[in-house]
């Protein structure tokens, strides 16, 4: 691979300095994605026209900014008033978002060119990318294994260089685990930091638009053109902007990292323990020290994580009702059966068992056994890192317990598949930061990642810290051989 | 364990939640939400008791703007996508009389 793409501030740089076109690189990702993504299927849909023309205005000078040029990929959760935005859903297989998400409009404001919309699990609601409605996403390292979900386009577009950095949502690991299991980073910023207006909802008090990149140093660039109060999502932090980019290779002085026996389970594969034994040494030759800390609640978050995130999808998705937009049955006999076979035939499985867990746990008379007790154990969860954080600034723990599993594996036990994300939901419960780094490779040769989390809105210093660790190896700049 | 969840329930749920289910469905959803929520109960090993429920992480306030009337969606827009129209309403079938259903 040419010098000029192996990351997305080389990119940037090249087409500033006019070494490379935006033209050439545009016609560089499309012609890669032309020959490679038949295989894997990342894209649900590609802007062509729209990239060639944008790329064209670039070398004119008519487009300038912090990325312009750069080819972006974004995942099919985000609206764009091109295109179609579906969710990987039936439901939605013909909607043609009227407006456009904030994230993406500050990407264009700064030059950024959207390549495309990757595929996910349907409404974000899986960890393999199986749940699909335009079909699975295979994983760029071996195809017979899942890129992990429910952001699995964006990853396997990242893996696959078929953009130069993507956009993911997060909601109970959905940038972190596919990030892990394709060997990429990916960040989750802390909750609040990057406005939700035009990602399609699935759990609100979750959700959380982030980056894949090769670099942590693409991360933070993207970080400073992504975040930033919104008054369309009153849940933007309204706080001055933070840059993340100019002290990002500034390394943290007396770094405690902060390591907890419940992340440390004897059931993590020896790939992944050893990935992150490896990063404490690293970490350790640069004058980190290591305290253990006690995040007692941890067990406890897959079942909060499951009753929280279902009763706000079921909130959430109720407005796909058949009537002002999306899958509409033909012929129904009255009102109530236009919602529901309408509904019936415009989600699929995994929708739906989500949909119903969640209309469950808010029923009178469950509403307090589920619900409210969640909600209480969640704020244990949370006061487990306020605790942590007085004695360390970051912790760093797996992101999942293996590697890419095989297509097909877990797909028949719901339960199985909602484990995998016992290491990354407990940060979305707390809206706390996380980001996952390149670890290596397993035996078989798939990657291994290590996972860091920091105190909420502590995104720069969390950045500072995992660029320590890319400054120590070069994990990051493994990638897939294509076949 | 005894299953958490009937059939009962689950149709229940599917009715509240506007889902046309088969009794295959039904017979699927028991069993895999029954698991579930088999393993939801974890929490119940928990003392939560004088613990503050926490609907959101961080520190969230009501957020409210000035009064400043500003442009809504246009009709057109806000019609494109709907399955049937007639602008500038959205279409549905008879709600009223025979068959109303719900």
Redesign the interface.
């Known amino acids: 691979m040419q010098p000029e793409f192996q990351t997305l501030v080389a990119i940037k740089n090249a087409i500033a300095d006019k070494k490379v076109s935006a033209v050439d690189a545009a016609t560089y990702y499309l012609n890669r994605i032309e020959q490679h993504d038949q295989n894997i299927h990342a894209f649900n849909e590609l802007y062509r026209d729209y990239v060639m023309q944008r790329a064209a205005q670039v070398d004119a000078g008519q487009i300038t900014g912090k990325l312009a040029g750069v080819p972006i990929a974004i995942k099919d959760n985000l609206c764009t008033p091109y295109g179609h935005t579906t969710c990987s859903s039936k439901m939605l297989a ?3 978002a ?2 456009m998400a904030t994230a993406v409009q500050k990407l264009e404001d700064e030059g950024a060119i959207i390549i495309g919309k990757t595929n996910l699990d349907e409404f974000a609601m899986g960890s393999s990318t199986e749940n699909s409605a335009m079909g699975m996403t295979k994983n760029p390292w071996d195809t017979t294994r899942v890129p992990g979900g429910s952001s699995g386009g964006s990853a396997a577009a990242m893996s696959a260089d078929f953009a130069a950095a993507t956009l993911g949502s997060d909601t109970g690991g959905s940038i972190r685990q596919p990030a892990a299991l394709c060997g990429v980073c990916g960040l989750k910023p ?3 930091k990057v406005s939700r207006f035009g990602l399609i909802a699935f759990a609100s ?1 979750l959700d959380q638009i982030g980056p894949f990149t090769r670099t942590v140093e693409d991360a933070a660039l993207l970080m400073d053109v992504i975040c930033g109060h919104d ?1 369309k999502d ?2 933007s ?1 309204n706080l001055p902007p933070a840059d993340h980019s100019l002290q990002l290779h500034k390394p943290i002085e007396n770094l405690r990292i902060g390591i907890a026996k419940q992340y440390m389970s004897d059931s993590n594969e020896p790939a992944v323990t050893k990935a992150v034994e490896n990063a404490i040494d690293v970490y350790k030759s640069m004058g980190a020290t290591i305290v253990e800390v006690d995040l007692p ?1 941890t ?2 978050g ?3 994580y ?2 929280v995130a279902t009763a706000e999808a ?1 909130s959430n998705l ?1 407005r796909y ?8 049955t033909k012929n ?10 309408s ?2 035939e415009g ?1 699929g499985d995994e929708v ?2 989500r ?3 969640g ?2 746990a808010l ?1 009178s008379g469950y509403y307090d ?2 619900y ?9 969860i ?1 006061q487990d890192f306020d605790k942590a954080y007085e004695q360390c600034d970051t912790i760093l723990c797996p992101t999942t317990t293996g590697v890419a599993f095989k297509a097909g594996d877990k797909t028949d036990d ?2 199985a598949m ?1 484990l995998n994300d016992v290491y990354t939901v407990n940060a979305n ?4 930061p996380g980001i996952t780094v390149p670890g290596g490779l397993s035996e078989e040769g798939l990657p291994v990642s290590i996972q860091l989390y920091a105190n ?1 809105y502590e995104d720069a210093k969390l950045l500072r810290i995992a660029q320590m660790f890319q400054t120590a190896t070069d994990y990051h700049m493994l990638r897939p051989e294509l076949g | 364990m005894a299953n958490p969840i009937t059939d009962a329930d689950v149709r229940h749920v599917a009715q509240l939640s506007r889902l046309k289910l088969s009794d295959e469905q039904v017979a699927e959803y028991t069993q895999q939400l029954g698991r579930v929520l088999g393993y939801i109960d974890k929490l119940s090993e928990l003392d939560v008791d004088g613990v503050e429920p926490m609907a959101h992480a961080l520190d969230m306030s009501n957020v409210l703007r000035e009064d400043e009337p500003v442009d809504g969606m246009p009709v057109d827009k806000a019609l494109a996508n709907a399955p049937a129209s007639d602008p500038p309403y959205f279409k549905v079938p008879k709600v009223l009389g025979e068959g109303s259903g719900a």
């Open positions: 013909n909607f043609k009227p407006y802390t909750y609040g008090s008054a009153s849940t932090a609640h067990e406890y897959i079942p909060v499951y009753i079921s109720a009702d058949g009537v002002h937009y999306g899958h509409r129904p006999s009255d009102l109530y059966d236009l919602y529901a076979a509904r019936a989600f739906k068992r949909i119903m867990l209309t469950y029923c056994a589920y409210n007790r969640a909600l209480k154990v969640r704020r244990l949370k719901p339960l909602y419960l707390a809206g706390i909420a």
